[in-house]
């Protein structure tokens, strides 16, 4: 995004504030040997579908001033970080776990800059900006599979994909930011409770990450966390991405040895949120010439494109681009279920059970599955 989108984001949060408060089957006379259930993702429960299942802790009702009190209206306050989050950060630190690199600098919302003496590239450094490949991040899909996510919501734009979404029975993975929750708690509700997608974060603020202090970067991730956590039935998100793909191994550091975050960033970009900006860095033309190029190609590696749902010409540009996807027999499934694991840090999905705990617990654990029967059959192959 722009340094027009960023200030344009932050008006936004600043109206905000001033208005302060979302098989084949068959029977058998007998019951089975060892258990009389199905696990969470059976098909079956489909037939029976119910909202999200939580912790069993009460949580104040999305959009509610009762919800939203307590979290910075705008800036991610760091002044009133839980005592936990600041602790885990100074524990880490003393620890060795979060290199002393410099931070960052950005003018005009132009990449950022290191301190002469600081290569973006080197293994020291490593920013995701300057491309550079830490083991660990998610940067590829496996081949044949295209992993979908969208950045930047929730947002008036994003009815239309759900919607879409919805009638086409995809799930995908949300990177929200957190003051968007806070602004459209009804787009949240529907991403989570109506079409039960995945949620992982993506700030505060959306600023870039290696301009921000140790403190500022825990603030950004934190709160975001927090909120997801207090509006989802207590689900601590495991992946996030870094705003522009902004990060490197001091920000990677924090984000997984504070949060217990895997950093996810991409291998093919549209620049479609430039789309809504008053010089667009592309048209929908092009990115459909980029999206045929890329979905008509070579299957390996696999494909995580960097898509937002900020406006409808973005929306519709993934929604254009979507029968491509069909017709040329890629596996679409929901980035945060690239490896058949668990979504969640305490929960393996967005319908089943949830461990309790609480952000930066980095002990927790989803619930151990009642058998091994396999991973979650969300991806999808079928052609039209």
């Not at 509006?231 to 793909?245: D, E, F, K, L, Q």
């Not at 999206?291 to 519709?316: A, C, F, N, R, Y």
Request: charged share 15%.
């Amino acid at each position: 995004m722009s340094r027009l989108s960023t200030i344009l984001l932050l008006a936004t949060t600043a109206v905000y504030a001033s208005v302060t408060p979302a098989h084949e089957s068959h029977t058998e006379n007998k019951l089975p040997s060892n258990r009389w259930y199905h696990e969470d993702d059976h098909p079956v429960h489909a037939l029976f579908k119910r909202g999200p299942v939580g912790d069993g802790i009460i949580y104040p009702a999305i959009g509610t001033p009762d919800w939203s009190a307590g979290f910075p209206p705008a800036t991610a306050d760091t002044t009133t970080l839980p005592k936990a989050w600041v602790d885990a950060l100074n524990a880490a630190a003393a620890a060795g776990k979060i290199p002393d690199i410099p931070q960052s600098t950005s003018t005009n919302g132009l990449d950022p800059v290191y301190p002469s003496g600081y290569d973006p590239s080197s293994a020291i450094v490593c920013s995701s900006t300057a491309k550079c490949v830490t083991p660990g991040d998610v940067w590829d899909a496996p081949p044949g599979v295209i992993a979908l996510s969208f950045d930047d919501g929730p947002l008036p734009a994003s009815d239309q994909l759900y919607q879409f979404l919805a009638s086409h029975s995809e799930h995908v993975t949300h990177f929200f930011i957190g003051t968007n929750i806070l602004l459209y708690p009804d787009q949240f509700k529907t991403a989570f409770e109506t079409n039960q997608d995945d949620i992982a974060v993506h700030t505060w603020t959306h600023p870039y990450m290696t301009t921000k202090s140790n403190l500022e970067a825990v603030a950004e991730i934190g709160w975001t966390i927090e909120l997801i956590h207090n509006s989802t039935g207590g689900r601590i998100p495991r992946y996030w991405r870094p705003p522009y793909g902004d990060s490197d191994m001091r920000i990677r550091a924090i984000a997984k040895e504070v949060f217990g975050l895997t950093t996810v960033i991409w291998n093919q970009d549209t620049d479609d949120w430039t789309l809504s900006e008053p010089v667009p860095l592309t048209t929908p033309e092009k990115i459909q010439q980029q999206m045929t190029q890329w979905l008509t190609g070579p299957k390996t590696p696999g494909l995580v494109i960097l898509e937002h749902e900020l406006s409808d010409l973005s929306v519709k540009s993934f929604m254009d681009a979507y029968p491509m996807m069909v017709s040329n027999g890629w596996t679409r499934t929901s980035l945060a279920q690239l490896d058949a694991g668990s979504v969640y840090q305490n929960a393996w999905n967005s319908t089943s059970q949830v461990i309790p705990a609480k952000v930066g617990d980095l002990a927790v654990k989803p619930p151990a599955r009642a058998s091994s029967t396999g991973a979650k059959p969300t991806a999808t192959t079928t052609k039209k």
